[in-house]
C-alpha cells in the first residue's frame, strides 16, 4: 500500500501537465512539417526506402545514433544504473562496443553489395525466394521486439507526465504513440523518418549533456561525491551499487543471464535490420564508412552521459521513489530532470525522450515495410513482376498493420525495463541474421541450406526460449509480490527455461546450424557467385544494380 501511496504522490509532483503536452505537441507538429516536406521528393522506391541515397556521412550517422540511441538508451539504461549501478552500466558498455563489430564486419560490405535490405545481399549468391523469406521473417521478428521496447518506454513516459496510473489509461498512451509513428511513416517514407532521427539525435544528446553537466555541477564536479551520493541514498547496501553483481553475478543462474546478455549485445547490432538499412541512405561505400565513424563518436559520447545520469538518479531522487513511479525503472530520467530543472525542464527532457521513441519506431516500421513489400511481397510473391509505386503502396499497407500489432505487444509488455526488451530485439538479430550474413560474406562454400537451417534455426530457438523464459511468464519480485513478467498473473507460470535472454544458447547454435545446414546439402556451389560478391562488396561495383538473378 506504501508504494502505491508513493506512486500518487510522486504523479502530483512531477511536472504540469498542461506544460508538457504544449512541449510534446509542439514537437510533434515541428516534426510532421519536416515529414511533409521530404515528402514531396518521394517518387520511386529508392526514395521511399532509402531516401534517394542522398544523405552525406556525417548526417547519415547522426541519423543512426538517432536511430541506435532508443527509449533504451535514455529511459532504459539511466534507470537500470540507478537501481542496479555497476550491472546497469553495462548495458552501455555493450551497446557500443556492438559497434566495432558492425563497423569492421559488416557495414562497408553490405553496403556495396546491397540496395534496399539484407536480404538483397543474402539473395546475391543464394537461391533468392526462400532465402528472402527467411531474412524478411526474421526482420519482423527482430522489429517486433524492438517495438515492444519503444511501446512500453512510450507508456511508462507519458504515464508519469500526465500523471495517468492503470494498464488502461497506459494503454491509450501506447496506440497515439502508434498512430503518430504510422503517420509519419506513410507520409516521409525513409526521408522523412532520416530527418526526425537527425533532429533528435541532436536534441537527445544535448539535452543529456546539459544535464550530464547540471548533476555533476551538484557535485562540485567530483565523480566520487556523485558515487558517494548514490550509495547514502540507496540506504543499507548502497555499496552494491559500485561493483558488479547487484543484479548479476548473485547465483550461477545470473551470471548465465549476463554472459547471454553480453553476448547478444555485443552481436546484436551488425545483425539489426534498422541499423543496415541506413547504409544504403548514402551514394558511395566512403560515406558509409564516415558515417559509421560519426555514428561511433556521437553514441560513444552518449553512453559515457549515460553513467553520471543513471548515478545522479540513485543519488537525487532515491531507487525507492523512481521504482513506485508510474513507468518504474524508466521514469528515472524524467524525475532526475524535474529535480533538477522543476517542469520546464522536465517537459522539455521528456518531449526529447517522446521524440527518441518516435524516431526509432518510425525507422523500425519502415524496414518492415520496405522488408515485406521487397521481400516478401515483390521477390517472392510476384517473382519481380511488379511496379516500384505498387511496392510502395505495399509497403505503406503493411506500416498500418505493423503499428496495430506494435500497440497490441505494446500495451502487454508495459512496465518492463526497455533496455531488457531491446535486449531480446538483440538476441533475435544474433542468432537469426548475423551468422548468414557472416557466412555469406566470407565462406565460399557457404549455400541456401545452410542459410535456411541457420535462419529458421537461430529465429525459432530464439522465440521458443522466451517464450517459455521468466521474462513472459514465473517471474515475481520478492518484495512485493508483483509479476514482473509480461503476464501480470503470478498464477501463470509457464517458465521452463532460467535464462532470461536466450542469446548464449541460441546463437552458437545458429552458427552451427549454418555450418552442418551448408555440409550436408547437395546444392553444388557456386564459386564464380562468391568471387563475383567478394568484388562488389570490396569495390561498391555494380551496387546500384538490380542484385537478383
Same mark, same amino acid.
Given at each position: 500500500?506504501?508504494?502505491?501511496? /508513493?506512486?500518487?504522490?510522486?504523479?502530483e509532483k512531477v511536472g504540469d501537465p498542461v506544460v508538457?503536452?504544449?512541449?510534446?505537441?509542439?514537437? &510533434?507538429?515541428?516534426?510532421?512539417?519536416?515529414?511533409?516536406? =521530404?515528402?514531396?521528393?518521394?517518387?520511386?522506391?529508392?526514395?521511399?526506402? =532509402?531516401?534517394?541515397? +542522398?544523405?552525406?556521412?556525417?548526417?547519415?550517422?547522426?541519423?543512426?545514433?538517432?536511430?541506435?540511441?532508443?527509449?533504451?538508451?535514455?529511459?532504459?539504461?539511466?534507470?537500470?544504473?540507478?537501481?542496479?549501478?555497476?550491472?546497469?552500466?553495462?548495458?552501455?558498455?555493450?551497446?557500443?562496443?556492438?559497434? *566495432?563489430?558492425?563497423?569492421?564486419?559488416?557495414?562497408?560490405?553490405?553496403?556495396?553489395?546491397?540496395?534496399?535490405?539484407?536480404?538483397?545481399?543474402?539473395?546475391?549468391?543464394?537461391?533468392?525466394?526462400?532465402?528472402?523469406?527467411?531474412?524478411?521473417?526474421?526482420?519482423?521478428?527482430?522489429?517486433?521486439?524492438?517495438?515492444?521496447?519503444?511501446?512500453?518506454?512510450?507508456?511508462?513516459?507519458?504515464?508519469?507526465?500526465?500523471?495517468?496510473?492503470?494498464?488502461?489509461?497506459?494503454?491509450?498512451?501506447?496506440? $497515439?504513440?502508434?498512430?503518430?509513428?504510422?503517420?509519419?511513416?506513410?507520409?516521409?517514407?525513409?526521408?522523412?523518418? /532520416?530527418?526526425?532521427?537527425?533532429?533528435?539525435?541532436?536534441?537527445?544528446?544535448?539535452?543529456?549533456?546539459?544535464?550530464?553537466?547540471?548533476?555533476?555541477?551538484?557535485?562540485?564536479?567530483?565523480?566520487?561525491?556523485?558515487?558517494?551520493?548514490?550509495?547514502?541514498?540507496?540506504?543499507?547496501?548502497?555499496?552494491?551499487?559500485?561493483?558488479?553483481?547487484?543484479?548479476?553475478?548473485?547465483?550461477?543462474?545470473?551470471?548465465?543471464?549476463?554472459?547471454?546478455?553480453?553476448?547478444?549485445?555485443?552481436?546484436?547490432?551488425?545483425?539489426?535490420?534498422?541499423?543496415?538499412?541506413?547504409?544504403?541512405?548514402?551514394?558511395?561505400?566512403?560515406?558509409?564508412?564516415?558515417?559509421?565513424?560519426?555514428?561511433?563518436?556521437?553514441?560513444?559520447?552518449?553512453?559515457?552521459? /549515460?553513467? $553520471?545520469?543513471?548515478?545522479? =538518479?540513485?543519488?537525487?531522487?532515491?531507487?525507492?521513489?523512481?521504482?513506485?513511479?508510474?513507468?518504474?525503472?524508466?521514469?528515472?530520467?524524467?524525475?532526475?530532470?524535474?529535480?533538477?530543472?522543476?517542469?520546464?525542464?522536465?517537459?522539455?527532457?521528456?518531449?526529447?525522450?517522446?521524440?527518441?521513441? *518516435?524516431?526509432?519506431?518510425?525507422?523500425?516500421?519502415?524496414?518492415?515495410?520496405?522488408?515485406?513489400?521487397?521481400?516478401?511481397?515483390?521477390?517472392?510473391?510476384?517473382?519481380?513482376?511488379?511496379?516500384?509505386?505498387?511496392?510502395?503502396? $505495399?509497403?505503406?499497407?503493411?506500416?498500418? &498493420?505493423?503499428?496495430?500489432?506494435?500497440?497490441?505487444?505494446?500495451?502487454?509488455?508495459?512496465?518492463?525495463?526497455?533496455?531488457?526488451?531491446?535486449?531480446?530485439?538483440?538476441?533475435?538479430?544474433?542468432?537469426?541474421?548475423?551468422?548468414?550474413?557472416?557466412?555469406?560474406?566470407?565462406?565460399?562454400?557457404?549455400? /541456401?541450406?545452410?542459410?535456411?537451417? +541457420?535462419?529458421?534455426?537461430?529465429?525459432?530457438?530464439?522465440?521458443?526460449?522466451?517464450?517459455?523464459?521468466?521474462?513472459? +511468464? %514465473?517471474?515475481?519480485?520478492?518484495?512485493?509480490?508483483?509479476?514482473?513478467?509480461?503476464?501480470?498473473?503470478?498464477?501463470?507460470?509457464?517458465?521452463?527455461?532460467?535464462?532470461?535472454?536466450?542469446?548464449?544458447?541460441?546463437?552458437?547454435?545458429?552458427?552451427?546450424? %549454418?555450418?552442418?545446414?551448408?555440409?550436408?546439402?547437395?546444392?553444388?556451389?557456386?564459386?564464380?557467385?562468391?568471387?563475383?560478391?567478394?568484388?562488389?562488396?570490396?569495390?561498391g561495383a555494380g551496387a546500384e544494380k538490380a542484385t537478383?538473378?
Amino acid at each position: 500500500m506504501s508504494g502505491l501511496v /508513493t506512486a500518487a504522490t510522486t504523479t502530483e509532483k512531477v511536472g504540469d501537465p498542461v506544460v508538457n503536452i504544449a512541449i510534446f505537441a509542439a514537437f &510533434v507538429l515541428v516534426t510532421l512539417v519536416i515529414v511533409l516536406r =521530404a515528402s514531396r521528393n518521394n517518387r520511386t522506391a529508392a526514395d521511399y526506402y =532509402a531516401a534517394g541515397r +542522398s544523405f552525406t556521412g556525417p548526417q547519415n550517422g547522426t541519423a543512426i545514433a538517432g536511430d541506435y540511441l532508443s527509449a533504451a538508451s535514455f529511459l532504459g539504461i539511466c534507470g537500470a544504473i540507478a537501481i542496479n549501478g555497476y550491472d546497469g552500466f553495462l548495458y552501455s558498455i555493450g551497446f557500443l562496443v556492438a559497434w *566495432l563489430v558492425a563497423l569492421l564486419l559488416v557495414a562497408e560490405l553490405l553496403r556495396n553489395t546491397g540496395r534496399f535490405t539484407m536480404a538483397d545481399v543474402l539473395s546475391f549468391r543464394l537461391k533468392e525466394r526462400p532465402v528472402r523469406m527467411a531474412a524478411a521473417l526474421s526482420t519482423l521478428a527482430v522489429v517486433f521486439f524492438y517495438l515492444l521496447a519503444q511501446m512500453a518506454g512510450a507508456g511508462g513516459l507519458v504515464a508519469l507526465l500526465l500523471g495517468i496510473e492503470g494498464v488502461a489509461g497506459q494503454g491509450v498512451v501506447i496506440a $497515439v504513440v502508434g498512430a503518430l509513428m504510422i503517420l509519419y511513416v506513410l507520409i516521409g517514407g525513409m526521408k522523412g523518418t /532520416t530527418w526526425v532521427q537527425i533532429i533528435k539525435a541532436v536534441l537527445l544528446i544535448a539535452g543529456a549533456g546539459v544535464m550530464t553537466v547540471w548533476v555533476l555541477a551538484k557535485f562540485g564536479f567530483n565523480l566520487s561525491d556523485l558515487l558517494q551520493g548514490a550509495v547514502d541514498k540507496a540506504g543499507e547496501g548502497g555499496e552494491a551499487l559500485l561493483g558488479p553483481g547487484k543484479q548479476y553475478g548473485a547465483t550461477p543462474t545470473s551470471q548465465l543471464n549476463f554472459l547471454s546478455l553480453a553476448l547478444a549485445l555485443v552481436l546484436g547490432t551488425a545483425g539489426l535490420p534498422h541499423v543496415l538499412m541506413r547504409f544504403y541512405t548514402v551514394p558511395t561505400a566512403k560515406e558509409a564508412r564516415r558515417s559509421v565513424v560519426w555514428a561511433i563518436w556521437l553514441i560513444g559520447i552518449f553512453y559515457l552521459f /549515460t553513467l $553520471v545520469l543513471g548515478y545522479g =538518479a540513485g543519488a537525487l531522487v532515491g531507487p525507492d521513489v523512481i521504482k513506485a513511479a508510474p513507468g518504474g525503472v524508466n521514469s528515472a530520467a524524467p524525475l532526475l530532470a524535474f529535480e533538477l530543472g522543476g517542469t520546464v525542464l522536465l517537459g522539455i527532457i521528456s518531449a526529447v525522450a517522446f521524440a527518441t521513441i *518516435l524516431a526509432v519506431v518510425a525507422g523500425l516500421t519502415i524496414t518492415a515495410a520496405t522488408s515485406f513489400a521487397h521481400d516478401i511481397y515483390a521477390s517472392v510473391i510476384k517473382r519481380g513482376q511488379v511496379k516500384p509505386d505498387g511496392e510502395v503502396r $505495399v509497403a505503406r499497407i503493411t506500416v498500418i &498493420v505493423i503499428g496495430i500489432l506494435a500497440i497490441i505487444g505494446g500495451i502487454f509488455a508495459n512496465g518492463q525495463n526497455v533496455a531488457f526488451l531491446v535486449a531480446l530485439a538483440f538476441a533475435v538479430a544474433a542468432s537469426a541474421n548475423l551468422p548468414t550474413i557472416l557466412y555469406s560474406l566470407f565462406w565460399k562454400r557457404f549455400n /541456401t541450406s545452410g542459410a535456411l537451417w +541457420s535462419m529458421y534455426g537461430g529465429l525459432i530457438s530464439c522465440l521458443v526460449l522466451i517464450t517459455f523464459s521468466p521474462v513472459v +511468464s %514465473g517471474k515475481v519480485d520478492p518484495a512485493t509480490g508483483k509479476s514482473l513478467s509480461m503476464i501480470r498473473d503470478t498464477s501463470i507460470d509457464f517458465a521452463v527455461i532460467p535464462l532470461e535472454n536466450p542469446g548464449l544458447i541460441t546463437i552458437p547454435l545458429a552458427f552451427l546450424l %549454418g555450418i552442418v545446414g551448408t555440409l550436408l546439402s547437395k546444392e553444388k556451389p557456386h564459386p564464380e557467385k562468391f568471387a563475383e560478391m567478394e568484388v562488389r562488396s570490396l569495390t561498391g561495383a555494380g551496387a546500384e544494380k538490380a542484385t537478383v538473378h
